[in-house]
Antibody, heavy 118, light 111 residues
């Protein structure tokens, strides 16, 4: 069973870039599937950020596209998220996850809370 | 692309059945049979309980079932148990421009 774990700073200053990495274990990410990022502001619902294929093809939420960059490192079995020019509205728990071609999201990482504050 | 529409809350007594709706458009829910449902307990990551509209992952009780009619997908929980109290979210594929959208979530209370 694949396991995913997010890592990165829990606090980012406004206007800076949020950077997170998702380490995948018990599954080789170059075997297929998409690898995605989803966020959840405190007390609110889920928002799709985007996903990346092992070939490097990316698919971003149009509302975030101008600020999002995703990358994948098959040799380290991990993938990453960068979100630029963050504001307080980007404060959320960020989840990484495996995604099928029919957008089944499973499994999920445990999530990491990122706060944007000076 | 707007989020899929779910009722903010639903409730039922133990043993009863409850149905949660997830309404989209003819470009997402109505067009593709790619709707999944997720259960999220407080402080935990979501867990898939239904995928491809009606399929249930191994280990998920058959009390959970999914269906779709037109632009609306539905999750039915039969024989409610106290541990079913959680937030439930749907998601759907939304085509090549928007890819994936989530519903706003429904808080299920077991009275």
């Amino acid at each position: 069973q694949a396991q995913l774990q997010e890592s990165g700073p829990g606090l980012v200053k406004p206007s800076e870039t949020l950077s997170l990495t998702c380490i995948v274990s018990n599954y080789s990410i170059d075997l297929g599937y998409y690898w995605g990022w989803i966020r959840q502001p405190p007390g609110k619902g889920l928002e799709w950020i985007g996903h990346i294929y092992h070939t490097g093809n990316t698919y971003y939420n149009p509302s975030l596209k101008s600020r999002v960059t995703m990358s994948i490192n098959t040799s380290k079995n991990q993938f990453s998220l960068k979100l630029s020019s963050v504001t307080a509205a980007d404060t959320a728990t960020y989840y990484c996850a495996r995604v099928t071609s029919t957008v089944r999201v499973d499994p999920w990482g445990q999530g990491t809370l990122v706060s944007v504050s000076s | 692309q707007s989020a899929l529409t779910q009722p903010p809350s639903a409730s039922g007594s133990p043993g009863q059945s409850v149905t949660i709706s997830c309404t989209g458009t003819s470009s997402d829910v109505g067009y593709y049979n790619y709707v999944s449902w997720y259960q999220q307990h407080p402080g935990k990551a979501p867990k898939v309980i239904i995928y491809d509209v009606t399929k249930r992952p191994s280990g998920v009780p058959d009390r959970f079932s999914g269906s779709k009619s037109g632009n609306t997908a539905s999750l039915t929980v039969s024989g409610l148990q106290t541990e079913d109290e959680a937030d439930y979210y749907c998601n759907s594929y939304a085509g090549n421009n928007n890819y994936v959208i989530f519903g706003g979530g429904t808080k299920l209370t077991v009275l």
